[in-house]
């Protein structure tokens, strides 16, 4: 089944960067889209990016565009978060999810209820 880690989390100063790693295990090659999500305290779960099997990427989250960029390493079966320029209001659990998708299309939004596999998150914490 699919399994998801993620890792790279820590504690930087504002201003600072940080790069976060989704290992990704049991897709068989079926088609699918892994996105990452962060909660703060206190607020609800935001949907940052996405990334296809297929490389396409979407950038959802006004707050982070120009700041953090989504990659992969299908050959590792890895993807990443780069995080630049961190803010303190970035601080929060940052996880990694995984829906499958019938083609390769990107979503037009990004749901939390459409993502069945989640990862159990990393801290991030950015200090001022």
């Known amino acids: 089944e699919v399994q998801l880690v993620e890792s790279g989390g820590g504690s930087v100063q504002a201003g600072g960067s940080l790069r976060l790693s989704c290992a990704a295990s049991g897709l068989n090659g079926d088609e699918y889209a892994i996105a990452w999500f962060r909660r703060a305290p206190g607020k609800e779960r935001e949907g940052l990016l996405c990334?296809?099997?297929?490389?396409?990427?979407?950038n959802y989250a006004d707050a982070v565009k120009g700041r953090f960029t989504i990659s992969s390493d299908n050959a590792k079966n890895m993807v990443y978060l780069q995080m630049n320029n961190l803010k303190p209001e970035d601080t929060a659990v940052y996880f990694c999810?995984?829906?499958?998708?019938?083609?390769?299309?990107?979503?037009?939004?990004?749901?939390?209820?459409?993502?069945?596999?989640w990862g159990q998150g990393t801290q991030v914490t950015v200090s001022s």
């Open positions: 999810a995984l829906r499958f998708t019938i083609g390769t299309q990107a979503l037009p939004a990004l749901e939390s209820s459409e993502f069945y596999y």
């Open positions: 990334i296809t099997r297929s490389g396409g990427t979407t």
